[in-house]
């Protein structure tokens, strides 16, 4: 029997809030109803403030999971609207998979009690159960970050349900503030795969808003102008995180501004619009080195996360990994800003019927968890 859940996901490009309401089955997803909210630039920029340190971060804190919240809840109510057209109520939705936003991501800290990190997602999702008056699941990757794994990413089993395909390898690339790919197999013996690439589009965004005043480069627009400067491109591909073996899991932690900016400061000032093109370079480079070190014999990379709106990006992706054909989630049944949040909706589901969420084999985790807390009504 199919049952209606709403997905609620904000990510690491900090651009804002992407809904769905969905049904789920055992023949899979249909999806009922979409909606989106974008930050404020203030907003936004609280929230990239609170990825480092400052003074009264705590107090910061509390009142961003405030709004945070009050965001969630006015995308509830656009779906809820949505929804009523079709004679479906709050009544009928059985909880909402909300993920917050993501502020710190330290998944493996060597602390007195162990190698036990954190992940951080900002949100007050007792205040979003009561704005909404619908059961919320949140904190969806502390029990597996508790299970020593990455607690990242949480997506490859949701990309499974939807994308795999019996016979051929399949790989999804998400490009987010932070890029990960799910290798998907081409049987249900074999493991799938799941790990963070590197930098998505947060790197690109923030030199874009900085030299342009836009909150991104539309379609690579900018980027396509420019050429890429091999001597940066080599600088910024010498960094540890991109030899490492996963599990692995990254953030605005690593990949951040100051990162950004250390590596400049080993080269004469540069053009900024080559800095763009070199910079979704190395979002295509290291995407396409994981994809043929991990899923060589895949031939289809579905390419979901606002990303996929790059089309100069998309295009460098082509160009480096020929043997495959890459393509758009809209490609393939979800919009590319519906795919995260659809798989927060299919998380909830996973958390009330008492069903693990996570994948071993991609966070490191001891074993399957059911994820998340549930704030009832």
Same mark, same amino acid.
């Given at each position: 029997?199919?049952?209606?859940? =709403?997905?609620?996901?904000?990510? #690491?490009?900090?651009?804002?809030?992407?809904?769905?309401?969905?049904?789920?089955?055992?023949?899979?997803?249909?999806?009922?109803?979409?909606?989106?909210?974008?930050?404020?630039? &203030?907003?936004?920029?609280?929230?990239?403030?609170?990825? #480092?340190? $400052?003074?009264?971060?705590?107090?910061?804190?509390?009142?961003?999971?405030?709004?945070?919240?009050?965001?969630?809840?006015?995308?509830?109510?656009?779906?809820?609207?949505?929804?009523?057209?079709?004679?479906?109520?709050?009544? %009928?939705?059985?909880?909402?998979?909300?993920?917050?936003?993501?502020?710190?991501?330290?998944?493996?800290?060597?602390?007195?009690? !162990?190698?036990?990190?954190?992940?951080?997602?900002?949100?007050?999702?007792?205040?979003?159960?009561? *704005?909404?008056?619908?059961?919320?699941?949140?904190?969806? +990757?502390?029990?597996?970050?508790?299970?020593?794994?990455? $607690?990242?990413?949480?997506?490859?089993?949701?990309?499974?349900?939807?994308? $795999?395909?019996? @016979?051929?390898?399949?790989?999804?690339?998400?490009?987010?503030?932070?890029?990960?790919?799910?290798?998907?197999?081409?049987?249900?013996?074999?493991?799938? =795969? @799941?790990? %963070?690439?590197?930098?998505?589009?947060?790197?690109?965004?923030?030199?874009?808003?900085?030299?342009?005043?836009?909150?991104? %480069?539309?379609? !690579?627009?900018?980027?396509? !102008?420019?050429?890429?400067?091999?001597?940066?491109?080599?600088?910024?591909?010498?960094?540890?995180?991109?030899?490492?073996?996963?599990?692995?899991? #990254? @953030? *605005?932690?690593?990949?951040?501004?100051?990162?950004?900016? +250390?590596?400049?400061?080993?080269?004469?000032?540069?053009?900024?619009? &080559?800095?763009?093109? #070199?910079?979704?370079?190395?979002?295509?480079?290291?995407?396409?080195?994981? =994809?043929?070190?991990?899923?060589?014999?895949?031939?289809?990379?579905?390419?979901?996360?606002? !990303?996929?709106?790059?089309?100069?990006?998309?295009? +460098?992706?082509?160009?480096?990994?020929?043997?495959?054909?890459?393509?758009?989630? %809209?490609?393939?049944?979800?919009?590319?800003?519906?795919?995260?949040?659809?798989?927060?909706?299919?998380?909830? *589901?996973?958390?009330?019927?008492?069903?693990? @969420?996570?994948?071993?084999?991609?966070?490191?985790?001891?074993?399957? +968890? =059911?994820?998340?807390?549930?704030?009832?009504?």
């Amino acid at each position: 029997m199919a049952d209606c859940f =709403i997905g609620l996901m904000s990510g #690491t490009s900090l651009d804002g809030v992407d809904g769905v309401a969905a049904k789920f089955s055992e023949s899979g997803a249909r999806l009922l109803a979409s909606a989106s909210l974008a930050f404020a630039p &203030d907003f936004r920029a609280q929230l990239l403030a609170l990825n #480092t340190p $400052g003074y009264n971060e705590l107090h910061r804190a509390a009142l961003v999971g405030n709004a945070v919240a009050c965001a969630y809840a006015e995308v509830v109510q656009a779906l809820l609207e949505q929804l009523a057209v079709q004679g479906l109520s709050a009544r %009928d939705v059985r909880a909402i998979g909300a993920h917050g936003q993501t502020v710190r991501h330290q998944p493996r800290l060597t602390t007195a009690e !162990g190698n036990v990190g954190y992940s951080i997602q900002l949100l007050n999702a007792a205040l979003l159960a009561e *704005r909404t008056g619908i059961d919320v699941v949140a904190d969806l +990757r502390s029990r597996d970050i508790a299970a020593g794994g990455q $607690g990242a990413p949480l997506v490859p089993a949701f990309h499974q349900q939807v994308f $795999g395909r019996p @016979g051929a390898v399949v790989t999804v690339l998400n490009l987010g503030g932070i890029a990960n790919l799910s290798v998907l197999p081409d049987n249900s013996t074999s493991p799938v =795969i @799941g790990f %963070d690439c590197g930098p998505g589009n947060a790197l690109l965004d923030a030199w874009c808003q900085r030299h342009t005043g836009a909150a991104f %480069d539309s379609a !690579g627009q900018w980027a396509a !102008g420019g050429r890429c400067l091999p001597e940066l491109l080599d600088l910024l591909c010498d960094e540890p995180f991109f030899a490492l073996a996963p599990p692995k899991s #990254t @953030g *605005r932690d690593l990949f951040n501004a100051d990162w950004l900016q +250390r590596k400049l400061a080993c080269l004469p000032a540069l053009n900024p619009q &080559d800095v763009q093109t #070199t910079l979704t370079e190395l979002t295509a480079s290291t995407c396409a080195q994981s =994809i043929k070190r991990h899923a060589s014999n895949s031939h289809l990379v579905i390419v979901c996360g606002g !990303g996929a709106y790059n089309r100069f990006l998309l295009h +460098r992706l082509q160009a480096l990994l020929p043997a495959s054909s890459v393509e758009s989630s %809209d490609q393939h049944g979800l919009a590319p800003l519906q795919v995260e949040a659809s798989a927060f909706a299919w998380l909830a *589901r996973q958390a009330v019927n008492r069903q693990p @969420g996570n994948l071993p084999s991609v966070t490191g985790a001891a074993g399957a +968890r =059911i994820l998340g807390a549930c704030y009832a009504n």
